[in-house]
C-alpha cells in the first residue's frame, strides 16, 4: 500500500526535533553573554545584576522549553523574537557610531542576533505546530 498523507493530522508536531534546536540555541546564547559579561558590562546600558537575571532566564526559558507544553511554544518564540530584535539593533548602533566591524561588542552581538534568529525560526515552526493541534 502506497504511504499518504493524513490531512486530519498535517499540523501535528511531527518534529520535536524543533524545541530541542530551541533549547540548544538558548543554551548557546547564555554560554555566550556569560563569557562575554565579564568582559563588556561596562558598556551596557543595563546594571550588571539585571544582565546575570536576564541570562539566568534564558536558562530558564531553554529548561521550559518541551514539546508537550504548548504555552511555551509561545512564550519562546517571544523571547527569541525580543532577543533577536535586542542583539541586532544594538549592533547596529556600535555600527552607526564608527566603531570597527571588529570590535568585540559589534561581533558578539552579531553573533547574538543570529542565534535568536535561528531560535526565531525553529520557535515561530514549533508554535505553527501548537497552533494547527488547537484547530
Not at 547574538?112 to 493541534?133: E, K, P
Amino acid at each position: 500500500m502506497a504511504n499518504h498523507v493524513d490531512i486530519f493530522n498535517y499540523g501535528k508536531k511531527l518534529l520535536p526535533a524543533t524545541e530541542d534546536n530551541v533549547r540548544k540555541l538558548f543554551i548557546v546564547a547564555g554560554i555566550i553573554m556569560i563569557l562575554d559579561l565579564p568582559f563588556v558590562h561596562k558598556e551596557l546600558p543595563i546594571p550588571l545584576s539585571l544582565s546575570i537575571l536576564i541570562i539566568l532566564g534564558i536558562a530558564i526559558f531553554a529548561g521550559m522549553t518541551s514539546p508537550k507544553d504548548r504555552y511555551v511554544d509561545f512564550l519562546d518564540t517571544l523571547l527569541s523574537m525580543g532577543g533577536f530584535i535586542i542583539f541586532q539593533y544594538s549592533a547596529v548602533q556600535i555600527y552607526l557610531s564608527g566603531d570597527s566591524l571588529f570590535d568585540f561588542l559589534f561581533l558578539t552581538n552579531e553573533a547574538l542576533a543570529l542565534i535568536f534568529f535561528f531560535a526565531t525560526y525553529y520557535s515561530v515552526q514549533s508554535l505553527r505546530g501548537t497552533i494547527a493541534n488547537l484547530l
